[in-house]
């Protein structure tokens, strides 16, 4: 799978608010699928599906502990994605930096030249 299709996966495999809970779970540790589909009100296949399309795009792999199948989190992708991303995240910092300037010199132009004021006697 070549770069742009792993990023394809892994934005896809995150679109969805169930999956990207299975992997904040994960990043705590291994899960069986039985311990990841507890807090879900779904069936055990409906969590094998959320897993397999997370499988697919790299970021969970399953090891083998005697019967066990422990799911893995996988931080590969989600860097490449954090790459991708932090790319765009500097361009707009810069952009709103830009913008402060630009508010700051028009601040500055507004400002009329204060004049001190006369005291009134009482």
Known sequence: MNAAARLDATFAALADP???A???RLALGDATVG???EPFAMSQPAISKHLRV???AGLISRGRDAQRRPCHIEAAPLAEANAWLERYRRLWEARFDDLDRLLEE???AEKPARKPRARRKS
Do not use: D, N
Request: glycine share 6%.
């Open 22 to 24: 299975i992997l904040a």
């Open 54 to 56: 997370l499988e697919l």
């Open 35 to 37: 311990e990841l589909g």
């Open 18 to 20: 169930t999956r990207r």
């Open 106 to 108: 028009m601040k500055a």
